[in-house]
C-alpha cells in the first residue's frame, strides 16, 4: 500500500509532552477530514502509548520518545510511537487488561484502550533495546487531495 505523506518527531519523555504529541497527531490527520470521534480515537490511543513509554519504558529514567506517522491509501493512517528504554519481557501478558508494572496507581488498560479505538495494534519490543507500539486506523471520510 503507497504511503501519501509522512511525518517525524522526536521529543523528550516528559508528561508535559503527551499534549504535545496529541496536538502534533491531530495537526497531522486533519488533511484528512476525520470526524470528531475518529480524531479523538486517534489521539487517546496515541496519548497511551506516550504515557506507557514514559512510565513504563523509560521508568525514572530520561529518554527520547519517537512517532513516526503515515497517511497511506485507501485513508489509512499509522503511527508508530516508539522508545529506546527498559522493553516488554512478555507482550502477551503486559497486553492483558488489568495487567500492570506501575504500581497501584496505575490501571493496567493502556494497551486495552489502544485497541478499543484503532483497528488494530501490534507491538513488538526487545528488553533492554525498547519498544514499539504500532497503531492502525482507517478514516472514513476524507477530503484529501493525492498528490
Not at 478499543?116 to 476524507?142: A, C, H, N, P
Request: charged share 30%; proline share 3%.
Amino acid at each position: 500500500m503507497n504511503t501519501l505523506n509522512t511525518m517525524e518527531i522526536k521529543f523528550p519523555s516528559k508528561s508535559i509532552n503527551e499534549g504535545f504529541a496529541r496536538s502534533v497527531v491531530s495537526s497531522f490527520i486533519l488533511q484528512l477530514d476525520p470526524t470528531i470521534n475518529e480524531l479523538t480515537d486517534i489521539k487517546t490511543a496515541v496519548s497511551e502509548a506516550v504515557t506507557n513509554c514514559i512510565v513504563h519504558g523509560y521508568e525514572d529514567n530520561a529518554g527520547i520518545i519517537y512517532i513516526k506517522g503515515e497517511i497511506r491509501e485507501d485513508n489509512l493512517i499509522v503511527f508508530k510511537i516508539r522508545d529506546k528504554g527498559k522493553g516488554i519481557p512478555d507482550i502477551k501478558k503486559a497486553m492483558e487488561p488489568l495487567f500492570t508494572t506501575g504500581g497501584e496507581e496505575r490501571a493496567g488498560l493502556g494497551f486495552a484502550v489502544m485497541e478499543s479505538f484503532m483497528d488494530k495494534v501490534k507491538v513488538s519490543s526487545k528488553e533492554g533495546k525498547g519498544t514499539t507500539v504500532t497503531l492502525y486506523k482507517k478514516i472514513i471520510r476524507t477530503n484529501y487531495e493525492k498528490p
